[in-house]
């Protein structure tokens, strides 16, 4: 995140987002988002470590169901139509997947509510930044996220006892311009230019090839009950996107 954000004060400059000038509340939603972040990836990243790739995928993506629900609360309207879909959809989906973990080890299923976290963590992001996107634009949001996110990744890696300077700077750089720049970029650019359920398609890539990749390189094999659970989850993210759009 640190390395990315020269660049990302550039995109910002670039799409004539101002990046001063904030009021204190809006500095005060943006570090309560920024904090969550944090925490999504610092709750997802350990998770990973913990339960089979294409479960922390999902589980990680779970902000949209969220997202969701909160609709419901903020609208006091019940759900309807495909809206149901979604929750039944995700019930269905996490149960078997969270039961598969538990019968494979306690910490498979630690790993889970990990990722669980993430997702929710990752919710409360959105919502914070939500209504001042459209006010500074992403990118200078995301200059201040980043700025506001990266002491507090720093400093649960100090408590963790994990090393904070890389031996090998090549798999860090990597994911600078992978995931930070391009990654978000490309995110940033399609919010903006595709409906939800487009959006909600292409990001059920992300469980697919993380399922082939955790069987390919890690082994870990999926029975007919994961591949199910797998599919109600990833359907109940379209679906949720769907009632979001």
Same mark, same amino acid.
């Given at each position: 995140m640190f390395l990315a954000l020269p660049f990302l004060i550039i995109f910002a400059r670039v799409a004539k987002q101002r990046l001063t000038g904030m009021p204190w509340k809006t500095l005060a939603l943006v570090a309560t988002g920024a904090v969550a972040f944090a925490g999504d990836?610092?709750?997802?990243?350990?998770? @990973?470590?913990?339960?089979?790739?294409? /479960?922390?995928?999902?589980?990680? /993506?779970?902000? #949209? @169901?969220?997202?969701?629900?909160?609709?419901?609360?903020?609208?006091?309207?019940?759900?309807?139509? #495909? *809206?149901?879909?979604?929750?039944?959809?995700?019930?269905?989906?996490?149960?078997?997947?969270?039961?598969? #973990?538990?019968?494979?080890?306690?910490t498979t299923f630690l790993g889970d509510l990990l990722c669980i976290n993430a997702g929710l963590l990752y919710a409360v992001y959105l919502l914070t930044l939500q209504g001042e996107r459209g006010r500074f634009g992403s990118w200078s949001l995301l200059v201040w996220v980043?700025?506001?996110?990266?002491?507090?990744?720093? #400093?649960?890696?100090?408590?963790?006892? *994990?090393?904070?300077?890389?031996t090998d700077w090549t798999p860090v750089i990597v994911l600078c311009v992978s995931s930070q720049l391009i990654g978000q970029g490309l995110l940033v650019y399609s919010l903006g230019h595709f409906p939800p359920l487009v959006i909600g398609l292409a990001l059920l890539t992300q469980p697919a090839i993380a399922a082939i990749i955790g069987y390919s390189v890690f082994g870990e094999a999926l029975t007919l009950l994961d591949t199910v659970g797998m599919v109600l989850l990833g359907s109940a993210l379209v679906a949720a996107r769907m009632a979001r759009g």
């Open positions: 990836l610092a709750s997802w990243h350990i998770g @990973i470590g913990m339960t089979r790739l294409g /479960n922390a995928t999902l589980f990680g /993506n779970a902000g #949209s @169901i969220v997202l969701l629900f909160w609709g419901f609360i903020v609208a006091r309207a019940l759900p309807r139509g #495909s *809206e149901w879909l979604a929750i039944i959809f995700a019930l269905a989906g996490a149960c078997i997947l969270l039961v598969r #973990s538990l019968d494979l080890s306690p980043s700025v506001f996110a990266c002491p507090v990744l720093l #400093s649960l890696a100090i408590a963790l006892g *994990e090393p904070v300077w890389p």
